[in-house]
């Protein structure tokens, strides 16, 4: 037992070392199941905590088994990765689909996340990123990732129980879970629009969330002037 502690000392500090790279912990995972449930269980709160430490701390305070009801691995390929560009029921791109990719930092702002939440729905706690946007000849588009804290007791998923079901042949990207439309649910506000300066017509904003309480959003962008007399006309 106590080599065993010491082995996982040594790899807190190698990973430490390495910055907490993404990369190395999925490689260390696939060596064995013993340290596949390391990884999963310690070393991926590790690199939460290392990448936004406020978010992490507060979204664990409280929380009697973290390791469980967090899901800190897949929490950490939130924090990382962007999903794509793709459409949905309704929320129709004229972009073609994106591939998602890893991103290099993200900003997690839990004041930005009010603005994503029903009136009825203010005292919930919701992290959302800045946008990436995905620019195309076509059009824009913005795409930006959430979670909450304590989605099993939020108002949130209390009203898309009573409001909408879940969504067919759709699945979050971060846990493979199902999800609602916000859409769906009359559930987006007019203040996710503004936070987003985002097209003011119907089914220019949409965003999913699923059952562990990972959001995923999208919505077309105002197009800017290319010139400074565009800009001045």
């Known amino acids: 037992q106590g080599a065993g502690l010491l082995n996982e000392d040594i790899l807190e500090l190698v990973l430490r070392h390495a910055n907490w790279n ?5 490689a260390i995972a696939c060596v064995c199941k013993a340290l596949n449930e390391l ?3 310690e070393m991926w709160k590790k690199f939460c905590l290392s ?6 701390a507060d979204l664990s305070f409280g929380v009697k088994n973290d390791a469980i009801e967090i899901n800190w691995d897949k929490l950490g390929k939130l924090m990382i990765y962007c999903a ?32 994503f939440l029903h009136p009825k729905c203010r005292s919930d706690v919701l992290y959302v990123t800045d946008l990436c ?36 042949g759709a ?17 987006i506000p007019p203040s996710a629009q503004r936070r987003l300066a985002s097209y003011d017509y119907e ?8 059952i562990n309480g990972h959001l995923t959003g999208m919505c077309l962008l105002l197009p800017l002037p290319d010139s400074d007399e565009e800009r001045a006309g």
């Open 22 to 26: 993404p990369y190395m912990l999925c």
């Open 133 to 168: 946007e995905h620019l195309d000849d076509e059009e824009d588009v913005g795409l930006f990732r959430g979670v909450f804290k304590s989605f099993g007791a939020s108002k949130t998923r209390q009203m898309l129980l009573d409001r909408g079901k879940l969504e067919e």
């Open 203 to 210: 089914n220019s904003i949409e965003y999913l969330v699923c």
């Open 84 to 115: 794509g560009c793709h459409s949905t029921r309704h929320f129709k791109s004229l972009s073609p689909p994106g591939g998602g990719h890893l991103v290099l930092k993200s900003r997690f702002s839990r004041t930005s996340g009010r603005s």
């Open 39 to 41: 990884i999963k269980l």
């Open 171 to 187: 699945c979050c990207p971060f846990c493979r879970s199902r999800v609602w439309s916000m859409m769906e649910a009359r559930m």
């Open 51 to 56: 990448r936004a430490p406020r978010m992490a």
